[in-house]
Nanobody, 122 residues
Framework: QVQLVESGGGLVQPGGSLRLSCAASGRIFSINDMGWYRQAPGKQRELVATITSGGSINYADSVKGRFTISRNGVKNTVLQMTSLKPEDTAVYYC?????????????????WGQGTQVTVSS
């Protein structure tokens, strides 16, 4: 069974910082892309940042210059968020496209974490 587990969310004042971490576990053969998405109340889930196994990075325009995504080993990703704004308030989800060992052989699939709440408010 493959799992993605996020940690690090919470309540922070505008202008503050938070660090989100995501760890993948299970019978994983390899992980290609990892990323962070967020969903605010009443809105669709949107991309925040992605990073490939080769280190290529993509950011949403709304977070460029404030958020930094990195890979911490093969199975972990970190999102460092600075200069947080109230509009960054959302549930943040970790995502990974990975290859894993199943009972019927090696398979590839998209996986999501359970989400972690980030609230930016004074």
């Amino acid at each position: 069974q493959v799992q993605l587990v996020e940690s690090g969310g919470g309540l922070v004042q505008p202008g503050g910082s938070l660090r989100l971490s995501c760890a993948a576990s299970g019978r994983i053969f390899s992980i290609n892309d990892m990323g962070w998405y967020r969903q605010a109340p009443g809105k669709q889930r949107e991309l925040v940042a992605t990073i490939t196994s080769g280190g290529s990075i993509n950011y949403a325009d709304s977070v460029k210059g404030r958020f930094t995504i990195s890979r911490n080993g093969v199975k972990n990703t970190v999102l460092q968020m600075t200069s947080l704004k109230p509009e960054d308030t959302a549930v943040y989800y970790c995502n990974a496209y990975l290859t894993y060992y199943s009972d019927i052989g090696v398979r590839s699939s998209d996986y999501w974490g359970q989400g972690t709440q980030v609230t930016v408010s004074s």
